[in-house]
């Protein structure tokens, strides 16, 4: 999907955070389906290290879409995926040899990490404790079969 021949920049970044608001908005409606919090972070892990700034810009933008429709902090979970990123996704590659393990680390890390994340600012900042609830164990699971075929 381009413009035209002079404008060789595709559309496509545009559409894709088109149809992850709409999305987003009905993860919040039917709790069956995932947020997407993983995925989110895989894509964003491949464009840092592939240094595409247009991926990485448009993904932001989804994560504060994330955060503004679940009620997070804003650019909290931006700052998570950039700590994570830096500092505890290259002790898992350095750790573990099987890839599935640590696409599955990595996931549980993105869930119940942001909440450990978001708990901690909220006794800094004196907000409301987030709650977790089991819906958290389903997301796992969906998302890493979602990230497996990414």
Request: proline share 4%; charged share 10%.
């Amino acid at each position: 999907m381009q413009r035209s021949i002079t404008h060789k920049k595709s559309l496509a970044p545009l559409l894709y955070i088109a149809l992850f608001a709409i999305y987003e908005s009905l993860s919040s409606i039917y709790l069956f389906l995932p947020p997407l919090l993983g995925v989110l972070f895989v894509l964003f892990s491949q464009s840092l290290k592939k240094e595409d700034s247009l991926a990485v810009f448009s993904l932001v933008f989804c994560l504060i879409l994330f955060e503004a429709e679940k009620g997070y902090l804003l650019f909290s979970s931006v700052i998570y995926f950039a700590l994570i990123y830096r500092f505890v996704i290259p002790k898992l590659f350095k750790n573990f040899s099987c890839l599935s393990c640590i696409k599955f680390v990595k996931i549980l890390l993105v869930y119940l990490g942001f909440f450990i994340f978001s708990l901690l600012l909220s006794n800094i900042f004196l907000l409301p404790v987030p709650s977790i609830s089991y819906y958290i164990i389903y997301y796992i699971v969906i998302e890493f079969f979602i990230v497996s075929i990414l």
